[in-house]
């Protein structure tokens, strides 16, 4: 035979209960059943809510009452058709409905509401919903469960008799019925003969204490989940079903905020070793969660990650602990004796200081407690006052398997770390079964995601995106990120989530995922931004995995990299104004980064999409020393010297490269050499010498005056070159060489200028805007490293950032 539990929600509304009716008629064509309800869904909260009305005197109670009765009635309309078993159970109802109506008149005349009389109360709940459905289900009969399930009074509360509880169990269903319907969470005293309950949720007790007592075949709690999720799907979109739990890693998970089941419900089950299963009622297909003593062929060593919030960590500490016997008797002795619970204990080596995690709500009563305990010591300095820090978060992640894998700890607290959170306290039993730490309780959400990934309990790793810049480059990356999002979801178990979107003046977010078809709309709609509100709203979302993508040129941007960096944020940026500022910054940044464990990545600061930076960082990380680099990494000026010609003048290519989009707005910006210097600084810097930009040399080709005037002023005189560039280019054009705007590092020192190669030179046949770097290492010395292709375009730099994104992915 089996057990069948349904909870509130499945009996909470026609289509779940109609759902149970038939889930029950089919098990029982198998095997007897036995089918524990609880109460209508919120009906037990109602209950006593409206018993508070009536004990303040509040009239509302009569009307919180109605609405009960109301509920009930309609319930009993919508699902019971035969007239003369609809008639028989509203007799039942209303008598019962009748008795609970001048329990609540009592509570408002005398204004007294005891143990006893809520307990009474709350009954109710449970003896309507199974009359109920007793009465749906052809052939079921009703037993009250009070008359065999029996409680005794043992330190101010109520604890189940097992012993004759178990006893009357057998007795009542020795002769068991084929369907057999009994109201879970209600009991009795065995001495007084009071209505008393098992505790809130106390329905899955009920089930598993008639289980063991009969050694059923199976404990099934049909619930509104599918059955334990790796973790709260309502934090993690990507936590899943776990298909089989051991008894151990069950009662952990349900201990640590795993509403799923009752944590007393397992005990009883365990003993016996009947297995319990977890079910939907609303998705009765799916097989849900198997809870058992062994689970086979189980490799995962983290099995679930479950929370407590509204955690306060309560510290006793003094030198007076030390070494002395009883301390913590007096602690948890105290705290018992006043009703307040303990989930987890924290001690340091020393013996001088004990932590131990209460709810916020116990945590006043808790420190008065244990203030008025060691008042004594207080007053003599031998023990400080209670501390209390309220408003954490306690998370446990459970696996059985933990005990057989080194290093889950280190894993543990060096994920937490990489992300930036700070663990409070921690404990640990030598079963190894659970870690327990808590966290600041803002901290809990990212904590849970982020150690959900880690331990590959998602099924993809998430990268959560902000991009700021939507312009060329930003446009083309976001674009090659909706194209590639599926492949790389199937293909590398990778969900790229972009989850910010800002441009110049709005912004957008959405934790869950920006839908990229219609982002340029929602920029549209959205609220004004700037970079101030940028960073607060990235810093306040907390997201975990977070990267910060800079497609923009903003020296206000690149100003926000540090805080990012400091709030664990890595940085991909095609903007080069971090990477080239000041050697203290640009030092500081990367410094940050290391110790932070993220990444400030700007591969595409030189050379687009090149793999230019990157080739420099493993030469070096392999040992390898750069001496020298040689490079031309203007694109916009390599095509100007490559278009200039007899027919086409110095100052017809200028505009040229202006008109089809190559050189800045403002094209004196690429004459002046400012972008190459940029880059020059950012190579040498990764090449491991400290250099500025003002410790570049220039030797530029346009007279210092050009960059001084007015733009209009600028493109009157820029004619009046020509005749001196092409004087010179015939020169040039004679001995076969060709114009090459480079840039130099040789050991430190640093140079930009104009530059005649001949054929035999690498630069020579350069073409259009592409970019080229030479690298002369102790090891390429002879034949120096050549990288070689485009150096410029939305396409290619927008590759590049997306690279250094996959590059953050696969670590």
């Known amino acids: 035979m089996k057990v069948l539990k349904f909870g509130g929600t499945s009996v909470g509304s026609v289509k779940s209960i109609l759902s149970l009716k038939n889930i029950v008629e089919k098990e029982a064509r198998q095997e007897p059943v036995i089918v524990v309800v609880s109460a209508l869904g919120g009906i037990t909260d109602k209950l006593l809510n409206t018993a508070q009305l009536a004990l303040n005197g509040d009239q509302n ?102 012993d004759l509880t178990y006893k009357l169990v057998k007795k009542t269903f020795s002769d068991l019925p084929h369907i057999s319907l009994v109201p879970g969470f209600i009991s009795r005293d065995k001495t007084t003969e009071r209505t008393t309950n098992l505790g809130r949720g106390g329905s899955d007790y ?44 069950a009662m952990e998970l349900c201990n640590f905020g795993a509403k799923v089941v009752y944590p007393p419900t397992i005990y009883p089950v365990c003993v016996k070793n009947i297995p319990i299963r977890v079910k939907n009622t609303f998705n009765p297909d799916n097989p849900g969660t198997v809870i058992k003593q062994k689970v086979e062929n189980d490799l995962k060593p983290i099995k679930g990650i479950s929370s407590i919030s509204g955690t306060t960590l309560i510290t006793v500490t003094g030198l007076s602990m030390v070494g002395v016997r009883g301390v913590n008797r007096r602690i948890f002795t105290t705290l018992a004796d006043n009703g307040i619970s303990v989930f987890m204990v924290s001690q340091a080596s020393s013996e001088n200081s004990t932590s131990i995690g209460v709810r916020d709500q116990d945590a006043a009563r808790a420190v008065e407690v244990l203030n008025a305990e060691y008042a004594k010591e207080i007053e003599t300095g031998a023990m400080f006052p209670m501390h209390a820090e309220s408003g954490l978060a306690t998370i446990a992640i459970v696996g059985e398997n933990m005990k057989h894998t080194p290093g889950i700890a280190g894993k543990l607290f060096g994920t937490l770390g990489r992300s930036g959170i700070s663990v409070i306290a921690c404990a640990q039993g030598a079963s190894e079964t659970n870690i327990s730490f808590v966290v600041d309780g803002e901290s809990l959400r990212k904590s849970l995601n982020v150690l959900h990934d880690s331990f590959f309990l998602s099924e993809y790793k998430v990268l959560n995106l902000f991009i700021c810049g939507v312009g060329t480059v930003g446009g083309m990356l976001i674009e090659q990120i909706k194209s590639q999002y599926e492949e790389l979801k199937d293909r590398s178990r990778l969900k790229l989530n972009v989850v910010g979107i800002a441009s ?249 200028s104009l530059k005649a190669v001949g054929m035999d030179h690498p630069f020579y046949n350069l073409e259009g805007s592409n970019n080229i770097v030479l690298l002369t290492t102790e090891r390429y010395k002879e034949y120096p490293m050549q990288i070689q292709g485009y150096g410029a375009g939305a396409g290619v730099t927008a590759a590049g950032v997306f690279a250094n994104i996959m590059s953050i992915a696969n670590i």
């Open 61 to 162: 109670w009569r009307m919180e009452f109605d609405e009960m009765v109301d509920r009930h009635h309609k319930m009993i309309d919508a699902i019971i058709s035969n007239p003369t078993s609809r008639e028989q159970l509203f007799n039942t109802v209303d008598s019962l409905l009748d008795q609970l109506k001048s329990i609540y008149f009592g509570v408002y005349l005398i204004h007294d509401l005891s143990e006893k009389t809520q307990d009474a109360i709350v009954s109710y709940g449970e003896r309507l919903s199974s009359n109920i459905v007793a009465t749906l289900i052809k052939g079921a009969k009703w037993f009250d469960s009070r008359k065999f399930i029996k409680t005794e009074r043992l330190n101010g509360k109520h604890t189940l008799d097992s």
């Open 206 to 249: 009920t089930a598993a204490i008639i289980a063991a007592a009969l050694d059923a075949e199976c404990l099934e709690i049909w619930t509104d989940v599918d059955g334990f999720m790796t973790a709260d799907p309502k934090v993690i979109k990507t936590a899943y079903t776990i298909n089989e739990l051991s008894y151990i890693e």
């Open 504 to 752: 110049s003046k709005k912004a957008i977010y959405n934790r869950d995922g920006i839908n990229l078809d219609n982002y340029h709309e929602l920029l549209e709609q959205s609220e004004p931004s700037n970079p101030d509100k940028l960073k607060a709203n990235i810093l306040s979302m907390n997201i975990f995995n977070s990267v910060f993508v800079d497609c923009t040129a903003s020296k206000d941007i690149a100003g926000l990299y540090q805080d990012f960096l400091e709030h664990n944020i890595s940085i991909i940026a095609a903007n080069k104004i971090a990477a080239s500022s000041t050697y203290e910054n640009y030092a500081l940044l990367k410094q940050t980064a290391l110790q932070r464990g993220v990444l400030f990545r700007f591969e595409t600061n030189v050379g687009a999409g090149l793999p230019i930076i990157g080739t420099i960082n493993d030469l070096r990380h392999s040992g390898d020393k750069i001496l020298k680099i040689e490079a031309v990494l203007s694109g916009t000026l390599n095509f100007i010297f490559n278009e200039l010609s007899a027919e086409v003048p110095f100052s017809e290519t200028v505009k040229r490269a202006k008109e089809l989009g190559y050189s800045e707005p403002d094209p004196r910006i690429d004459l002046s050499g400012t972008d190459v210097i940029r880059k020059l600084v950012i190579l040498s810097r990764e090449a491991g010498y400290r250099v500025d930009v003002a410790d570049v040399k220039k030797e530029l080709f346009v007279p210092a005056d050009f960059f001084e005037s007015t733009i209009e002023d600028f493109w009157k005189a820029l004619p009046s070159l020509d005749k001196d560039f092409e004087e010179r280019r015939q020169l040039l054009e004679a001995q076969h060489k060709r114009w090459r705007f480079v840039a130099t590092m040789e050991r430190g020192e640093t140079k930009v």
